[in-house]
């Protein structure tokens, strides 16, 4: 490892890919600054969920990085409490199956778990258990071009019919990557769901941590940048990168000052890397010019209290309803947390003459989550921009690595190529990736 006594990095967003990879340099001994065009929270999607309201956290067990980081956080204090939930479908207006975890070594749990599984008609669960051991056992492949193909259409060539797409595969499509199937390449949908179903039994745990990511994650990073010497730059926006040949030799800012670093992580997402990119760059260069395929779509998170106890948390994915999910978690010991996601291109879809919010009090009622005569609070609702990454068939080619073309030049954030979904996990890990390739040089 080089020392670090003259090097110094300037990261561009205030998000958590971005605040990660500041952590992580600030303890390798860099100085850092971290420019943050908005409120310390920025390029998570909300389907983690990942959002700066005051909603509990989700986490799952296959999330390594998010539980390292949340660990060192809190290493000599009292780590943030999580309590495990059930991942349940509403299946029609009244009943809900909820995915059972068995207690088997891996892949027997799976199986079990599956076959247990009233969600699915009993012939589509065999057949996918069937496929599943041919798989495991070698005897069958995946189809080499998952890619160019729909998830909805792969989804039927296996025989899962358009009924169980609809009530249980899209809302599980939805809730981890934020597509529905038609929008959706079959590897991405593949991809979101092996960690989570198809490896440990620890890794298909689901979690909700009371705290929201502000006071887990945003929070306590920020302290510890400022207790480590790093300056944190907020509401200042970037204007444009200054360079020589193929370096960058500095970020102006929009107040006019210059930046000057001997590394700089852009953890913005591609809508705002762009502008900041030499025209130079962005014709000769196939990796920025990458960029301009990536499209993304605003979220929206509505959110409300009831007065009532929370018996337990819960997790609800909802299908023939303009909204992905439904959490609920407890607020205090006499009020109820919901949380209800979608997206804004889902809302545009309704019609016009349609009140939203006014059915959500109905579909908590349908759901069982609301007791008779209890009072709700007011309806808050709150748009997320470029939340969602479009992962239609096609998108996997364009998502970058973090490593750049340009010398001194990193790219973070959860649309990045980590492996994972666009969500919390994947911001983090570009957040590492990042830090580990300028601390090994």
């Known amino acids: 490892m080089t020392p670090t006594h003259a090097q110094s990095v300037v990261i561009l967003g205030g998000g958590p890919a971005g605040l990660t990879a500041a ?31 005051p909603d509990a956290l989700t986490i799952l067990g296959c999330h390594h990085a998010t539980q390292a980081l949340l660990r ?16 349940e479908f509403r299946l029609n207006e009244s009943t809900i199956a909820r995915y ?28 996918l258990v069937s496929r599943l051991e041919r798989l495991w056992e070698g005897d069958e492949r995946l189809p080499a071009d998952l890619e160019q193909r729909t998830a909805d259409e792969w989804l039927a060539s296996i025989g899962q019919s358009a ?23 079959a590897d991405a949908f593949i991809t979101s769901l092996r960690p989570l179903f198809l490896s440990t039994r620890h890794e298909s745990r689901i979690s909700v941590v009371q705290d929201s990511l502000q006071t887990c994650l945003i929070q306590p990073i920020t302290e510890r940048l400022t ?8 509401n200042t926006g970037s204007a444009q990168f200054r360079y020589e040949r193929d370096h960058i030799t500095g970020v102006l800012l929009r107040n006019g000052s210059l930046l000057q670093a001997d590394w700089y992580i852009a953890a ?17 260069y196939a990796y920025f010019q990458q960029l301009a395929e990536l499209v993304s779509q605003d979220g929206t998170l509505v959110h409300l209290q009831a007065e009532q106890p929370c018996a337990s948390p819960r997790l609800i994915l909802l299908g023939d309803t303009v909204f992905h999910s439904v959490l609920v ?50 309806i808050h609702r709150r748009t ?9 068939p096609g998108t996997k080619l364009h998502r970058p690595i973090q490593r750049s073309p340009i010398a001194n030049l990193l790219v973070a954030g959860a649309w990045t190529d980590t492996g994972w979904p666009p969500n919390l996990e994947s911001a983090i890990v570009s957040g590492n990736h990042c830090a580990d390739a300028i601390a090994l040089q």
């Not at 420019?35 to 309201?53: G, I, R």
């Not at 290493?75 to 495990?84: F, H, M, Y």
């Not at 502008?275 to 000769?284: A, G, I």
Request: aromatic residues 8%; contains cysteine.
């Open 268 to 284: 913005l997402p591609p809508q705002q890397l762009t502008p900041l990119l030499p025209e130079r760059w962005l014709t000769r």
């Open 384 to 392: 997320i921009p470029n939340a969602i990454l479009s992962l239609r």
């Open 100 to 127: 059972p975890r068995a207690w088997f070594p891996a892949p027997l749990h799976t199986w079990v778990s599956l076959l247990r599984f009233t969600g699915l008609p009993w012939r589509e669960r065999w057949r």
């Open 72 to 87: 060192s956080l809190h290493a000599g204090l009292q780590q943030p409490t999580q309590r495990d939930i059930s991942l």
């Open 23 to 53: 952590y992580r340099l600030i303890h390798h001994g860099y100085r850092v600054t971290v420019v943050a065009p908005q409120p310390l929270l920025a390029d998570a999607p909300p389907s983690t969920p990942a959002h700066d309201s």
């Open 163 to 185: 009924q169980t797409c609809r009530i249980v595969w899209n809302p599980l499509a939805r809730w981890l990557t934020g597509n529905a199937l038609s929008a959706l390449s």
């Open 329 to 378: 978690t407890t607020a205090t010991p006499d009020r109820t947390d919901f949380s209800l996601i979608t997206t804004d291109h889902q809302l545009a879809q309704t019609r016009l003459d349609f009140n939203v919010e006014g059915l959500i009090p109905d579909m908590l009622k349908s759901l069982r989550l609301l007791r008779p005569g209890c009072r709700l609070g007011p």
């Open 227 to 234: 207790t480590g010497g790093a300056t944190i730059l907020r």
